[in-house]
């Protein structure tokens, strides 16, 4: 018996292992199908990149000739050896440290006054929203030139009133806080998603402190920042990941070269020029995964310090 | 230390609807006051009114004699307990009902001893540290209690706050807070639905319909003392019998049956009898009818039979204890005459 019990599961294997493929296929082969172009998408135009410039950062390749492998010399030489770097770095982190809250208190601000029940919301939404469509691309970024120009819009302005201001963007003082403004500018997109968190917040809340006679400032400060703060934390990782990304609107204001003086050398821009400025494929490779470092490292930050400072609700 | 309140042609409108239309009511010092009525009656606007959240339209809310249309929330004296308990997630439970006393700049220690006193009273000592979403629905009906009780208010006022509770808790909690009062002594308006409720908490009932008090006074007065039909429909649960019926001469005509209730019947055409005042079989008082049993349910305690009179109109009647009561017979149905309701065509109780 046992004998013959081990020739029928021996015979059965082989045809048992066709068909266990076979029958995946049958099962799951359409929804593979249906997730191929992304999938073709996925590994040729994102994994595949990654890993290979991630390889290249450790090499020497100017596009022309085949990449030579160097080692860490590309990482050494950033962090020794490289003042351009610790510049474009310190004109990020500035902009970073100051676009960044203060766009989410703008888009904070005007989401608590959309959300006071005004006629017309469905219009002032959309209207607050188009900066942040708009804002990236090349012609606001040529408009937003001209308005701070030597003879710009804001000059004008000022004249009006008998100033005579500098040239915003040429000033080194200034040029960056020209490309911070501009950031704020774009606050649509927090702002629709404080609005959707604010109406989240259940108006009984309101109504118990209003018995207890907490005045709006105090009902803002103990009930509304509190129970919005996984939605500030949604938009300020978003945010952040954003500014470190920031390149178009220092290109075209700086005309590429992240002047007066590097003060808008944003470091995508300065990585930007590495790349196709001088053919340093594998220096600006290195930095791309050092900047990818970086968004990890205050990402996983925020997460880390969530727990302290985010309510969830359940 | 108890308080009055007086509503004096209380009108809310928004825009050009008008939901309530010119309440008058006074509330004794120290009462226990429930507004009862269906969805959309107005019972919760009248409250929200009473406590300053829905500017008044039109009239005068005084609470102890003073006029307080325009006094804001945080001032009249009041403390609410809203159906969905209100409480701020983000908070423990001692910061929660802490909340008002901060807010009111009162100091830390006065804090402690008044939080830690309603505590005691509804017994959430050892819930003090938790977050609300830690808490069961019961406990959480209690901190929100508990937050209305820190501040002292003179006026307790309560929104459906039973609502969310399982029937069980909702009937231990309703004891509860009848005992509350009983302690306190506070002025307490409560808004329910459920006329049960109404009937065993309250010391005055009102009964709200479509923004207009339909009636309001004790609850057995209610019960057995309708001004109208909807009343008398509302309070008592099986709700009250009604037969359309016609006056003839001084006796009552319901279709082919023709009967006397001892009394003037002029203008009647609706006989009202609770389901808990007939008998049957073995009767005594006037023979109101022959039924035909559709249902019986025997619930141990009491029998509950569903029929139907020969002339089609449905019947409900409450027998004590556990009785034999076959489907599909058809047997006479009794009833002491003074416990018969009649009501007018315009729907108002003949006295």
Redesign the interface.
Known sequence: MAVAHETTTGIDAAPRQQSAFSRFWQQNGAGYMFLLPWLIGFFGLTLGPMVSSLYLSFTDFDLLTSPDWVGASNYVRMFTADPKFSTSMRVTMFFVIFSVPLKLAFALGVALLLNRGMKGLPLYRALFYLPSLLGASVAIAILWRQIFAGDGLVNKVLALFGIVGPSWISNPNYSLWTLIILSIWQFGSPMIIFLAGLRQI?Q??Y????????SKW?QFW??TL??L?PVVFFNAIIQTIEAFKSFTPAFIISGGTGNPINSTLFYTLYLYQEAFGFFRMGYASALAWVLLALVAFFTAFSFLTSKYWV?Y?? | MSTSIELRQLKKAYGDVEVIHGVDLSIAPGDFTVFVGPSGCGKSTLLRMIAGLEPITGGDLLIDGQRMNEVPAARRGIAMVFQSYALYPHMSVYQNLAFGLETAKMPKAEIATRVQRAAEILKIEPLLKRKPKQLSGGQRQRVAIGRAIVREPKIFLFDEPLSNLDAELRVAMRVEIAKLHNDLGNTMIYVTHDQVEAMTMADKIVVLRAGVIEQSGAPLDLYNNPRNLFVAGFIGSPKMNFLSVSADGDALRAGSHTFSVGRSVSGATTLGVRPEHITVVDGTGIHLADVKVDLVENLGGQTVVYATTTDGQPMTIVLEGQREVAPGTTVPIHVDPSKVHLFNAEGLAIR
């Open positions: 259940p009984d809340m109504e118990a402190a209003s018995l207890d006679g907490a105090r103990k009930i509190p129970l703060t309510h609700d359940d």
